[in-house]
């Protein structure tokens, strides 16, 4: 079913609107005032865009809130960098939101932007310059998912008419060397970037997205050591749930051969359904994840 995809979802909770349609909304209203000003050519008081923009002589005023505080404004000549923000947060956001809560999603998004203004500013720490704009944490967004998704592909037209499938790690790896190819010959040594283009601060980003992701993988690592343990000592186990072998090397495991296979099993299908979604299961894996849910509604029912 449609409602089934996370992009098809009405974007409210129970507990109200969700923080991702907030997002969007301030990000597309600080672009409005922007635009309003410009419009009546009126500057409220001191320059606004210059005290919420990220520059190296603001940070050595320590402005530190305008590393978070510009992915906010954006430049008004260039309308695809706004629409590439609003894109990125809805495709990205419906995606990642509901796996990670609106905790982690907000605090990666806020992590990535700080990331690549830290990194724009150490680059252009002597030349000067100002950073807008909220690619970067477009990028970490894109790294998470990235990686959470790997084996995902993803089909678009290239140009409208060219037909691609590319796998996400795939593409941000190929993104990432590309960006640092172009930090290199633009901002390194100096060529006039087109667009006000600032790869620094998208390598910023992704590498804070791939940090995050391996900082909070907790699940995957509990599965990968269950994986672990079932590779390596199933064999090893006995009767009475010991495992032969040299006991200052060995511990009892304290539950049975078999619930453990069962666990390590349903981690292993778990993180498949994470990875390629619900139709890839076969008709086997499809029959241990049901037995699994029928067992744990027989144990609550006789408690």
């Known amino acids: 079913m449609l409602s089934d995809r996370s992009y098809m979802r009405a974007p409210t909770t129970e507990r109200g609107t969700s923080p991702l349609v907030w997002l969007i909304s301030s990000v597309i209203a600080a672009f409005v005032l922007q635009l309003f000003f410009?419009?009546?050519?009126?500057?409220?008081?001191?320059?606004?865009?210059?005290?919420?923009?990220?520059?190296?002589?603001?940070?050595?005023?320590?402005?530190?809130?305008?590393?978070?505080?510009?992915?906010?404004?954006?430049?008004?000549?260039?309308?695809?960098?706004?629409?590439?923000?609003?894109?990125?947060?809805?495709?990205?956001?419906?995606?990642?939101?509901?796996?990670?809560?609106?905790?982690?999603?907000?605090?990666?998004?806020?992590?990535?932007?700080?990331?690549?203004?830290?990194?724009?500013?150490?680059?252009?720490?002597?030349?000067?310059?100002?950073?807008?704009?909220?690619?970067?944490g477009i990028c970490g967004l894109l790294a998470y998912f990235a990686w959470l998704k790997p084996n995902l592909e993803v089909r678009f037209l290239l140009f409208f008419f060219i037909p691609v499938t590319v796998r996400p790690k795939k593409f941000v790896f190929l993104f990432g060397c590309v960006s640092i190819a172009a930090c290199f010959f633009y901002e390194i040594y100096g060529a006039t970037a087109p667009f006000s283009y600032t790869p620094s601060a998208q390598v910023g980003g992704l590498l804070a997205g791939w940090t995050f992701y391996q900082m909070t993988r907790s699940g995957s690592a509990r599965?990968?050591?269950?994986?672990?343990?079932?590779?390596?000592?199933?064999d090893a186990i006995g009767r009475k749930g010991q495992i032969s072998g040299d006991p200052e090397r060995m511990q009892p495991v304290a539950v049975s051969t078999q619930r453990e296979r069962q666990r390590v099993e349903i981690d292993r299908i778990l993180d498949k359904i994470n990875s390629t979604g619900l139709a890839s299961l076969t008709n086997q894996e499809k029959r241990e994840l049901n037995q699994a849910k029928n067992l744990g509604h027989e144990k609550r029912d006789t408690q």
């Open 38 to 136: 410009q419009s009546l050519q009126v500057r409220p008081g001191p320059d606004l865009a210059q005290k919420v923009a990220l520059s190296s002589v603001g940070i050595r005023e320590l402005h530190l809130w305008t590393l978070l505080s510009h992915a906010w404004v954006h430049d008004t000549q260039n309308i695809l960098q706004i629409i590439g923000v609003v894109a990125g947060l809805i495709l990205l956001g419906g995606e990642l939101l509901e796996p990670m809560g609106a905790r982690k999603f907000l605090l990666l998004y806020g992590a990535s932007i700080v990331t690549g203004g830290l990194l724009w500013t150490l680059i252009h720490w002597n030349t000067g310059g100002v950073l807008v704009g909220a690619s970067a």
């Open 223 to 234: 599965a990968s050591k269950y994986r672990g343990l079932n590779r390596f000592t199933a």
